[in-house]
């Protein structure tokens, strides 16, 4: 019902920075948030940020002062930017779309992972 595809991920060195974009399309008003995640090997897939229909974000703390999550809805896009980037931060991040209506999740997609690769 709903298909993401992420790009912008890529080899920065420490300290740069680098902006993710997820494009989403088909069945998208029943969209009610948007989150990044990322997952480094041998680590669980951990959740990095989230904004909902609403506007509302929420941050990992690791990120919080560095990432920021954005919306551009008329082009059902969202935005990671991604600064002060760290070692850390070496992971392959993934777009989430949840679907459902206020706080009821029904179900959610995922797209297929962009690599972020970050040089000391």
């Known amino acids: 019902q709903v298909q993401l595809v992420e790009s912008g991920g890529g080899l920065v060195q420490a300290g740069g920075s680098l902006r993710l974009s997820c494009v989403a399309s088909g069945r998208t008003f029943n969209i009610k948030a948007i989150g990044w995640y990322r997952q480094a090997p041998g680590n669980q897939r951990e959740l990095v940020a989230r904004i909902s229909s609403e506007g509302t974000t929420n941050y990992a703390d690791s990120v919080k002062g560095r990432f920021a999550i954005s919306r551009d809805i008329a082009r059902n896009t969202a935005y990671l930017q991604m600064n002060i980037l760290k070692p850390e931060d070496t992971a392959v991040y993934y777009c989430?779309?949840?679907?459902?209506?206020?706080?009821?999740?029904?179900?959610?997609?995922w797209g297929r992972g962009t690599q972020v690769t970050v040089s000391s």
């Open positions: 989430n779309a949840e679907i459902g209506s206020g706080s009821y999740t029904i179900g959610n997609y």
